[in-house]
């Protein structure tokens, strides 16, 4: 695992859109794993900058994100749909057709799954995006004692709830389920960029690098993946040396 620290809140975001960036621009054909939530929103800013100085294009791109929540309309604000809507897609030449997100709102969610899987077993990701949970869950693959290896829908934790209740009105909006990709196709992109920021996560990234690899934390699998950078911000990486 290549460690990477960097000061300030701009530099987050530019050194993770340089390792993604660098990629589009050298493999403008490629294949990209997204995730939502507070932490990559820098990264996507840099990113459409980066787009805006003409230096890449995403027009060949593909994505896949790593989940949604079940039952939410696709244009709720909440969706993660959206998020990646608002938060770089409409702000780049990215095919719509190329973007992929689960879809939470499917009559058969198992059909579902099976459909996202059977995209992804043509589409090997080449890097894909993580960010991490206070419980050491990526994607939204909480800690258990088993882990499923490909796409599924998940209960999701009380404590997950409650971090993403600050997206909602009120906790009770937080849907209770989540469709996410599994940890066996995480495992399979080609590289993984874990991004972690804020002193609430030095623990969890300092368990998950260096304590068991164990289900009970999902992001402790990473240590296995043979090309795993982790960008962290100072807070977030102060129990490093
Ligand atoms: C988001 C996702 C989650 C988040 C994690 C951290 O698509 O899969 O695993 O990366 O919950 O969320 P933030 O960045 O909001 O702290």
Request: aromatic letters at 6%; hydrophobic letters at 40%; a negative charge.
């Amino acid at each position: 695992v290549n460690l990477v620290k960097v000061g300030n809140e701009k530099d987050f975001g530019k050194v993770a859109a340089y390792i993604v960036s660098s990629l589009v621009q050298t493999s403008p054909r490629c294949v990209l794993g997204l995730a939502t939530g507070g932490t990559p929103v820098g990264l996507y800013k840099e990113l459409i900058e980066i787009y805006n100085q003409g230096v890449i294009t995403f027009e060949k791109v593909k994505t896949y994100n790593l989940d949604e929540y079940v039952g939410l309309p696709s244009d709720h604000p909440a969706s993660y749909r959206t998020f990646m809507n608002q938060h770089l897609f409409n702000h780049i030449d990215i095919l719509p057709e190329n973007t992929h997100v689960p879809n939470g709102q499917a009559d058969d969610l198992d059909q579902e799954c099976k459909r996202y899987d059977e995209m992804l077993s043509e589409a090997v990701i080449d890097l894909q995006v993580l960010g991490i949970g206070h419980n050491g869950h990526i994607g939204f693959n909480e800690p258990d004692d088993q882990l499923t290896p490909g796409t599924h829908v998940v209960e999701l934790l009380p404590q997950t709830r409650e971090a993403n209740a600050r997206y909602f009105n009120s906790i009770d909006e937080v849907p209770q389920r989540a469709i996410t990709m599994g940890v066996g196709t995480i495992m399979k992109a080609r590289q993984i960029l874990l991004m972690v920021r804020g002193a609430d996560k030095a623990e969890i990234i300092h368990r998950a690098l260096t304590g068991p690899i164990t289900t009970l934390c999902p992001a402790s699998l990473l240590q296995l993946h043979p090309n795993v950078t982790v960008l962290m911000d100072a807070e977030a990486g102060r129990l490093f040396q």
